[in-house]
T-cell receptor
Framework: AQSVTQLDSQVPVFEEAPVELRCNYS??????LFWYVQYPNQGLQLLLK??????LVKGINGFEAEFNKSQTSFHLRKPSVHISDTAEYFC????????????FGSGTRLLVRP | ETGVTQTPRHLVMGMTNKKSLKCEQH?????MYWYKQSAKKPLELMFV???????ENNSVPSRFSPECPNSSHLFLHLHTLQPEDSALYLC?????????????FGPGTRLTVT
């Protein structure tokens, strides 16, 4: 079975500072990896995904993530955050042979302060 | 309307009531999903429909009954719920359940069971 761990439940950061949100996964088979964002009172929106190829994936709103197979990690980064980036961020994995079945982490709340 | 819409946005019901949640996608997708999002817990996949056929029932209690009359509409019928069923119920759709396409989420229905 697959599982996803997001160790940080909340990450406070000042505006224009860099941020990294950590995600580790466990799986005995090959997986696809995703980051979703949820703004208050809204559904989830895809930030980026890793399917294959380059391990550095760029997404929307200036976010990027790096797939590290040996460390089974898929950390999300942004070099300079804005107040509007305050939201809940979810890492998710899915098996390559059942790619509709997203397994989500428990989420990390990013709180950007002025 | 665009994207994925859900009605109602908020619902309060007693344990003996019967109610239904509605989801509609305006994206021409072939797959639709129900998720449960509880506080402090990862999102849980409940049901998956592909071309109006249920392909996944993730050990959900029978007091939750899904219905997919066509590829654009998805319902979740609720009866004799428990207080622990209070949560945000999210609907999503994707182009093809067998490929790692992006899942598009609705804003959710906030359900409170009293």
């Amino acid at each position: 079975a697959q599982s996803v761990t997001q160790l940080d439940s909340q990450v406070p950061v000042f505006e224009e500072a860099p941020v990294e949100l950590r995600c580790n996964y466990s799986s005995s088979v090959s997986v696809y990896l995703f980051w979703y964002v949820q703004y208050p009172n809204q559904g989830l929106q895809l930030l980026l995904k890793y399917l294959s190829g380059s391990t550095l994936v760029k997404g929307i709103n200036g976010f990027e993530a790096e797939f590290n197979k040996s460390q089974t990690s898929f950390h999300l980064r942004k070099p300079s955050v804005h107040i509007s980036d305050t939201a809940e961020y979810f890492c998710a994995v899915t098996r390559m042979d059942s790619s509709y079945k997203l397994i989500f982490g428990s989420g990390t709340r990013l709180l950007v302060r002025p | 309307e665009t994207g994925v819409t859900q009605t109602p946005r908020h619902l309060v019901m007693g344990m003996t009531n019967k109610k239904s949640l509605k989801c509609e996608q305006h994206l021409g997708h072939n797959a639709m999903y129900w998720y449960k999002q509880s506080a402090k817990k990862p999102l849980e996949l409940m049901f998956v429909y592909s071309l109006e056929e249920r392909v996944e029932n993730n050990s959900v209690p029978s007091r939750f009954s899904p219905e997919c009359p066509n590829s654009s509409h998805l319902f979740l019928h609720l009866h004799t719920l428990q207080p622990e069923d209070s949560a945000l119920y999210l609907c999503a759709s994707s182009q093809d359940p067998n490929s790692p396409y992006e899942q598009y989420f609705g804003p959710g229905t906030r359900l409170t069971v009293t």
